[in-house]
């Protein structure tokens, strides 16, 4: 059975790392497993979606509309943007943070009102302001890890192989922190 997931957020937000420790702890286990990256005008803060496709043999790359068992969400309105893709069973984690696109900061559109508790009528929502969670920690560079943390209680793999994956894939002088921020999440999901 080929397991579907989702990373979704803005440019600069972590979407790549995560999907590189994503990637590594789906092989590390014996996976098949294919990674996609789309970036949008990632370097202005636009959208950055990565799929993660693991199981015994994966063909593609890419997760269908209606077929992720997880999506990953480092921003509120990329939710939105993507929530039409989990399955019906499929768990949306969303960090609660809110970062305005271009055409909001220059008045062309409205940031929509709302946007948790819509999903959480539709979808079956974990969320954590984890900006909030990293800064407590000194390093807000690492709410990403918050997430994944999140995530992680709802896949297959122990809490000791994400770390592990973790420590194969962060900057050395980053392991420690990142440890604490990956627990942070998985303990306060």
């Not at 994503?22 to 990674?35: E, P, Q, S």
């Not at 199981?55 to 929530?83: S, T």
């Amino acid at each position: 059975m080929t397991k579907n997931i989702m990373i979704v957020g803005v440019g600069g937000q972590g979407t790549l790392l995560t999907s590189r420790i994503l990637g590594g702890i789906t092989r590390d286990a014996g996976y098949d497993v294919k990674l996609s990256e789309v970036h949008g005008m990632a370097q202005r803060g636009g959208s950055v979606v990565t799929f993660v496709r693991y199981g015994e043999a994966v063909a593609e790359p890419i997760v269908e509309a209606g077929c992720a068992d997880v999506l990953i969400a480092f921003e509120k309105l990329e939710a939105l943007r993507y929530a039409h893709f989990l399955k019906e069973d499929g768990v949306l984690i969303l960090n609660e943070q809110r970062m305005e696109p271009i055409t909001v900061l220059t008045g062309a559109a409205a940031y929509p009102e709302h946007i948790v508790e819509d999903l959480e009528k539709e979808y079956t929502v974990f969320k954590m302001d984890a900006m909030e969670e990293a800064k407590k920690l000194g390093n807000a560079k690492v709410f990403n890890i918050i997430v994944l943390g999140m995530a992680a209680r709802h896949m297959d793999f122990s809490k000791e192989a994400w770390l592990s994956a973790i420590e194969k894939t962060v900057p050395p002088k980053t392991v420690e922190i990142n440890r604490t921020a990956f627990l942070k999440g998985y303990e306060g999901a």
